[in-house]
């Protein structure tokens, strides 16, 4: 009897202590189970997957300057059969021992099918190695380039004249007065320099879109299009003339690869913008468009040339101005983007020269994916 009241009060005891069947019963639903629980561990860990490529692609831009070497280099990867060609230097022995000697090296060109690439153009998308920005370096680089650019143009016996085009591209944000969120894009021609970048809605809502004062760039959640919204870029231009130069910002666009044309905004647009729009109204509205008149380059311009009744704006010899410049927004479906600010060189006084015109092209990428992810419109 105490063996056996000894066993019954252990049974009592131990929970695990029960019958051969019930052991068995209660082992297939554990296993029953253990699928279920790993569904759910890989559907959470999907969800954190997932929940971090959406915040790394809120952080990103939609508008990026120019496709990396490593594009190129990963579509041949995949497909070698691909039509694109790893942008390369042809004109290797002339070009590379100038870079090299001012610290440049070649980072990005913008991507082209193979049965074009190097043809009749070609563009070198140049930093310096630290990937820093120094202007006083640029220039340096620039006053010898001069010599070799020449001799790369020349026509070779297989392929007739080609343009070279030079673009510094640097992330030293620095280099604005207002300093600059993404990567800079710098071109000289001319004696004109000019550094440009893209800003995101996103950086535009928390420096402007705050307080009492609505961005003077907002963007409309409920607009029916795009083109209600704009893109918008900061740029700083350098003229290093004789004499001024003319900019009309109405003249400047963006031009995407199939052929659609996004006009820069006066001042007058933005204001149109707020008037159309009835939630935007009243303090808010008076105070965003005073920001407008500080930011845009279109207010900080001079005037350069007085006329009956009407005048000009743009930037004296030996000045710099910078600023924000607006554009409609570009179409979902855009991949590829020149951006092309227009200037008007003065010619010099005494001369009977007429007013030359000159393009100031920078490439740059759309990504929908990434323009889809960005946050919505804030207030801070």
């Given at each position: 009897?105490?063996?056996?009241?000894?066993?019954?009060?252990?049974?009592?005891?131990?929970?695990?202590?029960?019958?051969?069947?019930?052991?068995?019963?209660?082992?297939?639903q554990?296993?029953?189970?253990?699928?279920k629980?790993?569904n759910?561990g890989?559907?959470?860990?999907?969800?954190l997957?997932?929940?971090?490529c959406?915040?790394?692609?809120?952080t990103l831009?939609?508008?990026?300057?120019v496709?990396?070497?490593?594009?190129?280099?990963?579509?041949?990867?995949?497909?070698p059969?691909?039509?694109?060609?790893?942008?390369?230097?042809?004109e290797?022995?002339?070009?590379?021992?100038v870079?090299?000697?001012?610290?440049l090296?070649?980072?990005?060109?913008?991507?082209?099918?193979?049965?074009i690439?190097n043809t009749?153009?070609?563009?070198?998308?140049?930093?310096f190695?630290d990937?820093?920005?120094t202007?006083?370096?640029?220039?340096n680089?620039?006053?010898?380039w001069?010599?070799?650019?020449?001799q790369?143009?020349?026509?070779?016996?297989?392929?007739?004249?080609?343009?070279?085009?030079?673009?510094?591209?640097?992330n030293y944000?620095?280099a604005?007065?207002?300093p600059a969120?993404q990567?800079?894009?710098?071109?000289?021609l001319?004696?004109?320099t000019?550094?440009?970048?893209?800003?995101?809605r996103?950086?535009?809502?928390y420096?402007y879109?705050?307080?009492?004062?609505?961005?003077p760039?907002?963007?409309?959640?409920?607009?029916g299009?795009?083109g209600?919204?704009?893109?918008?870029f900061?740029?700083?231009?350098?003229?290093?003339?004789?004499?001024?130069?003319?900019?009309d910002?109405?003249?400047?666009?963006?031009?995407d690869?199939?052929?659609?044309i996004?006009?820069?905004?006066?001042y007058?647009?933005?204001?149109?913008?707020f008037v159309s729009?009835?939630?935007v109204?009243?303090l808010?509205?008076?105070?965003?468009?005073?920001?407008?008149k500080?930011?845009?380059?279109?207010?900080?311009?001079?005037?350069?040339?007085?006329?009956?009744?009407?005048?000009?704006i743009?930037?004296?010899?030996?000045?710099?101005?910078?600023?924000?410049v607006p554009f409609?927004?570009?179409?979902?479906?855009?991949?590829?983007?020149?951006?092309?600010?227009e200037i008007?060189?003065?010619p010099?006084?005494e001369?009977?020269q007429?007013?030359?015109?000159?393009?100031?092209?920078?490439?740059?990428?759309h990504?929908?994916?990434?323009?889809?992810?960005?946050?919505?419109?804030?207030?801070?």
């Amino acid at each position: 009897m105490k063996w056996f009241n000894h066993q019954t009060e252990s049974c009592q005891r131990a929970p695990r202590c029960i019958s051969t069947t019930q052991y068995r019963t209660k082992h297939m639903q554990s296993r029953r189970q253990l699928p279920k629980l790993y569904n759910v561990g890989m559907f959470f860990l999907l969800t954190l997957v997932i929940a971090g490529c959406g915040q790394s692609l809120k952080t990103l831009a939609p508008i990026q300057p120019v496709k990396n070497i490593a594009d190129a280099e990963m579509t041949l990867a995949n497909d070698p059969s691909a039509n694109v060609v790893v942008p390369a230097n042809p004109e290797k022995e002339l070009s590379e021992p100038v870079f090299d000697k001012h610290g440049l090296q070649t980072v990005g060109l913008k991507i082209a099918d193979a049965d074009i690439a190097n043809t009749d153009a070609l563009t070198y998308i140049l930093a310096f190695n630290d990937y820093g920005y120094t202007l006083e370096n640029w220039d340096n680089f620039l006053t010898e380039w001069a010599e070799v650019e020449p001799q790369i143009e020349l026509p070779k016996a297989d392929q007739d004249s080609k343009i070279v085009d030079v673009i510094l591209v640097s992330n030293y944000p620095q280099a604005f007065e207002i300093p600059a969120k993404q990567s800079i894009l710098t071109k000289t021609l001319d004696d004109i320099t000019v550094s440009i970048c893209y800003w995101r809605r996103a950086d535009l809502d928390y420096k402007y879109n705050r307080g009492n004062s609505y961005s003077p760039f907002y963007e409309n959640a409920a607009a029916g299009n795009q083109g209600e919204n704009t893109d918008v870029f900061y740029v700083k231009i350098t003229n290093n003339r004789q004499q001024h130069i003319i900019i009309d910002v109405k003249k400047c666009r963006i031009i995407d690869q199939g052929e659609s044309i996004y006009e820069g905004l006066y001042y007058k647009d933005l204001e149109d913008r707020f008037v159309s729009n009835r939630r935007v109204s009243g303090l808010y509205a008076a105070n965003g468009l005073q920001t407008a008149k500080e930011v845009l380059l279109e207010k900080r311009m001079p005037i350069v040339e007085r006329q009956v009744g009407t005048h000009r704006i743009g930037i004296n010899a030996g000045e710099s101005v910078e600023g924000f410049v607006p554009f409609i927004q570009v179409k979902p479906n855009a991949t590829e983007l020149t951006v092309i600010l227009e200037i008007e060189k003065a010619p010099p006084p005494e001369g009977a020269q007429r007013y030359q015109t000159i393009n100031f092209k920078f490439p740059f990428t759309h990504d929908r994916g990434i323009r889809v992810a960005q946050p919505a419109p804030q207030r801070y």
